[in-house]
Antibody, heavy 118, light 107 residues
């Protein structure tokens, strides 16, 4: 059974860069796409970026200037960096796997709440 | 970006009720639509993909239909564990986008 687990700081100061890592267990990262998605408290879902196991990427244009996604298949991990954080970036951040041959998400991490505050 | 509008945004129903949630897309997306269920404090769970295909392990009381710009999620007989928030997601073009959600509560 594939499992995903996010890790990273729960609190980030305004203007700083958020770094999150998603560790994949119970399966290989090969031949899959992997994404980061976020959800502000009490609000809906926003896709941030995806990366293929080989390293190709795609970013949400609304965040593209501030986001970097990377993968380390030797560690079964992929990561997110989001710069110039503001209060509007306060959200639960999820990592997720794309369903094979689809762009929907069949496995999700439990999510990690990131609060932006000084 | 493609906008997805869900209706209703909130519904109150009883156990055993038949429930239908609608998702309308701002432009045609063929059948590239998925539905998720999210319970408080939990990650979303994939219920249906390709508009009408049930994800493995999802109870058959859930069904999806539609294509183009209008889609529906139907729960044939609402069970206590179905009280949750439901989201649609379009997969036709990037960035993929989600609807605003429909919260189903116990009447």
């Amino acid at each position: 059974q594939v499992q995903l687990q996010e890790s990273g700081p729960g609190l980030v100061k305004p203007s700083e860069t958020l770094s999150l890592t998603c560790t994949v267990s119970g399966g290989s990262m090969s031949n899959y796409y992997w994404s980061w998605i976020r959800q502000p408290p009490g609000k809906g879902l926003e896709w941030i970026a995806y990366i293929y196991y080989s390293g190709s990427t795609n970013y949400n244009p609304s965040l593209k200037s501030r986001v970097t996604i990377s993968v380390d298949t030797s560690k079964n991990q992929f990561s997110l960096k989001l710069s110039s954080m503001t209060a509007a970036d306060t959200a639960v951040y999820y990592c997720a796997r794309h369903r094979p041959r689809g762009w929907d998400f069949d496995y999700w991490g439990q999510g990690t709440l990131v609060t932006v505050s000084s | 970006d493609i906008q997805l509008t869900q209706s209703p945004s909130f519904l109150s129903a009883s156990v055993g009720d038949r429930v239908t949630i609608t998702c309308r897309a701002s432009q045609g997306i063929s059948s590239y639509l998925a539905w998720y269920q999210q319970k408080p404090g939990k990650a979303p769970k994939l219920l249906i993909y390709a508009a009408s295909t049930l994800q493995s392990g999802v109870p058959s009381r859930f069904s999806g239909s539609g294509s183009g710009t209008e889609f529906t999620l139907t729960i044939s007989s609402l069970q206590p564990e179905d009280f949750a928030t439901y989201y649609c997601q379009q997969l036709n073009v990037y960035p993929v986008t989600f609807g605003g959600g429909t919260k189903a509560e116990i009447k």
